[in-house]
T-cell receptor, first 116, second 112 residues
Framework: EPEVTQTPSHQVTQMGQEVILRCVPISNHLYFYWYRQILGQKVEFLVSFYNNEISEKSEIFDDQFSVERPDGSNFTLKIRSTKLEDSAMYFC??????????????FGDGTRLSIL | GEDVEQSLFLSVREGDSSVINCTYTDSSSTYLYWYKQEPGAGLQLLTYIFSNMDMKQDQRLTVLLNKKDKHLSLRIADTQTGDSAIYFCAESMEAAGNKLTFGGGTRVLVKP
């Protein structure tokens, strides 16, 4: 079964450094998402992306965050200047549009981001 | 805003049925989902229900939706040790870019 792939599985970065998290969505999917889960807290929506544009973003997704689809297969999340509170598990998801509207989102295994 | 709540923990004996409950606040939800997360793994889609349905059955899984009470449940029949995991309820709304709003997750422990 096709799956969403995320790399790396664990990223350790110094505070203030830039980090790029990578995702390869399922190949025929056109809608892409990033979520994060801080340890012990709920999974939170960050951003949704369709047709090379952000379609929705949360309050968390401030100017430090950006997303890009640099080619036909990758979808990236960049954090420009990381803070301690950015430490979390980051999940990428993708979905496809079906006859009854947007279909369920399929998630990757996540990237654990640790900021030191 | 949207809010989704779940109980924290459920313990069940192997072979019994498990029922995991979820409440949500936004009546304009389009779909409601159940995801499973095993230790160190991602979110695995288990099943989902469209908001105009009352019930959906998929093998050992039964989803019940009470739209009036904004209550969603997941019943797992004949629970196995491999069902031990965290189960997340989530809702989505087309009007909000289909973003998912998650509950805090219910940790299910299956005892032999």
């Amino acid at each position: 079964e096709p799956e969403v792939t995320q790399t790396p599985s664990h990223q350790v970065t110094q505070m203030g450094q830039e980090v790029i998290l990578r995702c390869v969505p399922i190949s025929n999917h056109l809608y892409f998402y990033w979520y994060r889960q801080i340890l012990g807290q709920k999974v939170e929506f960050l951003v949704s992306f369709y047709n090379n544009e952000i379609s929705e973003k949360s309050e968390i997704f401030d100017d430090q965050f950006s997303v890009e689809r640099p080619d036909g297969s990758n979808f990236t999340l960049k954090i420009r200047s990381t803070k301690l509170e950015d430490s979390a598990m980051y999940f990428c998801a993708s979905s496809v549009w079906g006859a009854s509207g947007n279909q369920p989102q399929h998630f990757g295994d996540g990237t654990r981001l640790s900021i030191l | 805003g949207e809010d989704v709540e779940q109980s924290l923990f459920l313990s069940v004996r192997e072979g019994d049925s498990s029922v995991i409950n979820c409440t949500y606040t936004d009546s304009s939800s389009t779909y409601l989902y159940w995801y499973k997360q095993e230790p160190g793994a991602g979110l695995q889609l288990l099943t989902y229900i469209f908001s105009n349905m009352d019930m959906k059955q998929d093998q050992r899984l039964t989803v019940l939706l009470n739209k009036k009470d904004k209550h969603l449940s997941l019943r797992i029949a004949d629970t196995q040790t491999g069902d031990s995991a965290i189960y997340f309820c989530a809702e989505s709304m087309e009007a909000a870019g289909n973003k998912l709003t998650f509950g805090g997750g219910t940790r299910v422990l299956v005892k032999p």
